[in-house]
Structure formats: structure tokens, C-alpha cells
């Protein structure tokens, strides 16, 4: 299979994964303490391992969780985890350009393979470039998402299977916190992004009353409105008279 | 645990694998039905930022415990880690300083109280 990849291709793909390196610590850690979380809840060691292989969400694994413990109705399950999820769909939507000349299958597989950190990196690097749907933007999302994919589930089995072996006064689950806050800070450059960080983490805080963490969803929605409008602002600001 | 607990969490399971499959996956396969504007597009540049702190917020702010929330270890630690990345620039540095920092203020507050 590597053999057939183009020089285009493979440099595009080892250029995500350089890119990708500091935010997979993340992600490994993350994994690792949903291992953990999930044998802790009650699940069995192979039902922990059949969870994590398909449902690869964390967020919606952890939230399930607690409602599984306490045997809720599988409706309730499933509205929690779609809520939780409901930011796949935003980033779907700004995906999308990128990809729609492939076939659906190669679609369906860049969905599955898709998670926050790669949604991060990707537009990060490529949400103002003027030539959309490159060879270079498909491998680049190719060289964070695959690895992405086994290095959580690699983390995640170890975190069932060898994850008793922590001390839980650790607080390993406190890293994976901080390894997220890693990815966030190099991000915030501008005003409006700024503006975003600030709205969204207050309504993030507000909001985590909401049932089914309803509050995530209000949070993304709340920080990019705040976002554009600070966009707005600044762009009046630069054009009105007298600015420099 | 009988097998009723089983079948149960096999639903569970099957029913978030659905629903990981569905968001993932609807946008990517049928955007071309639902198709956005240059300007909708543009403000979803600002999702990724929005996300990932509604995701760390509340594991730093937890709403529970009124006014002594702002200054437990995990915020105060959080600061220290932030204030570290300013310096080194390096995601290495932000999580081994924010741990150590996490374990000396919680140390300390454990002999406070």
C-alpha cells in the first residue's frame, strides 16, 4: 500500500502526522482514561473493548456511561450521545468541501476516522486556502486521523486492560485536561478568536446544569456566533476612518 | 450480571455506535443536498476553538461548590500550565507543569484543610 503512494501524497500525510504529534499526546490520554473510566463504570473488559472500537467518541462514551451505571432507558442513551455528538455534524459541514469530489465510500471512511483534534489541525491549516478538495488537504487529514484512530484505540485498550496499574491519585484523567488546553492556546491568535474562547467557555460553564450536556452543543453554537461578530467589529474597526 | 444486563449494553453500545456513525458521517455523504453559504462556512472556522473549550471548561469549573470553585487546584493549575506555554511554546511542558503544579497546590491544600 505505501508503495503506491504518490511523493505528493506521502509528504502531505508525514506533514499531518509532524503536525499531528503534540496534539496525539492528547489524544492518547484521553484514550487512556476512557479506558479507564469505562471498566470503572461496571463494563466488563470486552465490553469496554467493543465499545471503544466502534462508538470511538469519547465525549458520548463518557457520557453514556453514568446513564448505563444507572440502567437508563436505551432512548435516553442514545438522545445523550447524539447530543454530545451534535458537534460532528458542524464540523461534517466544514469538512465537506474538501472532500465531495471523492467517492461516497472514501467519504464514509474520512466520517468514521474524523474526531475534534483532527477537525482542529485540519482547519487550522487549511480554512483559508483559496484551492479546496487537494490532493495535499485529503493525505494531510489522512496523516492525523489514522493515527489518530489507533493511537486512541491502542490507549484506550491499554487504559482497560492495564489501567488498574495507575494510582488514581494520579489524576491522570487532570493530564488529558491539560493536553486539550495544549491544543487550544497555539489556536487562539486573533480577536475573534479570542472573542470565540471567551463566549464559549462562559456558556460552557453556565450551561453544564443543561441535561444531556445540552451545554457543549450551546457552548460551539454561542463561540462561533461571538466569533463572526468579532470578525464584524474588527472589520469596521480597520475600514472606518483613522485606523491604522 | 445476567444476560438482561448484557443485551441491555449491547443496545447501549449498538444505539451510540449509530449515533456516532450518523453525525460523523451525514454532512460528509449528503452535503451536496444541504449546501452552505460562503459566509456560514467561513464562521465555522471558529468550531474548533468553541469545541474543544466547551469540552475543558467544566472538567476545570465544575459548577458544584460555589465560590471556592474558581480557585481549585485544577483552575489554579490550569494558570501555571498556560503561563508555562507562553514560555516554552512546547504541548510537553504544558502537561508535565500543569501535573506538577496540580500535584503541589493539591498537596498544599491538603495540609491546609
Not at chain 1, 70 to 83: D, N, V
Not at chain 1, 103 to 128: E, N
Request: proline share 4%; aromatic share 10%; with cysteine.
Amino acid at each position: 500500500m505505501a508503495g503506491r503512494l504518490t511523493h505528493a501524497q506521502r509528504r502531505a500525510f508525514l506533514f499531518g502526522l509532524r503536525e499531528a504529534t503534540a496534539a496525539l499526546v492528547a489524544v492518547a490520554t484521553w484514550g487512556f482514561v476512557t479506558g479507564i473510566a469505562m471498566v470503572q463504570s461496571g463494563l466488563s473488559e470486552s465490553m469496554a473493548t467493543l465499545m471503544t472500537l466502534m462508538v470511538y467518541a469519547g465525549s458520548a462514551q463518557l457520557t453514556a456511561l453514568p446513564l448505563i451505571a444507572a440502567h437508563a432507558p436505551l432512548w435516553l442513551i442514545f438522545a445523550a450521545g447524539t447530543i454530545v455528538n451534535m458537534r460532528f455534524v458542524i464540523f461534517g459541514a466544514a469538512l465537506h468541501p474538501y472532500f465531495r469530489h471523492l467517492s461516497w465510500r472514501r467519504r464514509l471512511v474520512l466520517g468514521l476516522l474524523t474526531g475534534d483534534i483532527v477537525f482542529v489541525l485540519f482547519m487550522a491549516r487549511f480554512a483559508g486556502s483559496r484551492r479546496i478538495g487537494t490532493v495535499q488537504q485529503l493525505w494531510y487529514y489522512l496523516g492525523i486521523a489514522a493515527p489518530g484512530w489507533l493511537v486512541w484505540n491502542v490507549f484506550s485498550l491499554l487504559g482497560i486492560y492495564a489501567g488498574g496499574l495507575i494510582p488514581a491519585s494520579w489524576s491522570l484523567d487532570y493530564a488529558a485536561v491539560l493536553a486539550l488546553l495544549a491544543v487550544i492556546i497555539p489556536l487562539v491568535k486573533s480577536r475573534p478568536m479570542v472573542m470565540c474562547l471567551i463566549v464559549a467557555s462562559a456558556v460552557a460553564w453556565l450551561a453544564q446544569a443543561l441535561p444531556l450536556r445540552l451545554g457543549l452543543l450551546a457552548a460551539v453554537i454561542a463561540g462561533v456566533l461571538a466569533g463572526v461578530l468579532g470578525e464584524m467589529v474588527e472589520r469596521r474597526r480597520n475600514s472606518s476612518p483613522g485606523a491604522h | 450480571m445476567g444476560t438482561g444486563f448484557d443485551t441491555y449494553l449491547l443496545g447501549a453500545i449498538v444505539l451510540l455506535t449509530v449515533c456516532s456513525i450518523l453525525t460523523r458521517c451525514t454532512y460528509l455523504l449528503f452535503g451536496d443536498r444541504f449546501p452552505l453559504s460562503e459566509s456560514v462556512r467561513s464562521a465555522l472556522r471558529f468550531a474548533p476553538v468553541a469545541a474543544l473549550a466547551a469540552i475543558v471548561v467544566p472538567e476545570l469549573f465544575p459548577l458544584e461548590g460555589g465560590s471556592a470553585v474558581v480557585f481549585n487546584p485544577r483552575a489554579l493549575a490550569a494558570l501555571a500550565a498556560v503561563l508555562m506555554f507562553w514560555r516554552t511554546r512546547s504541548t510537553l511542558s504544558v502537561i508535565l507543569g500543569g501535573m506538577v503544579a496540580f500535584w503541589l497546590i493539591d498537596g498544599l491544600l491538603g495540609m491546609v484543610a
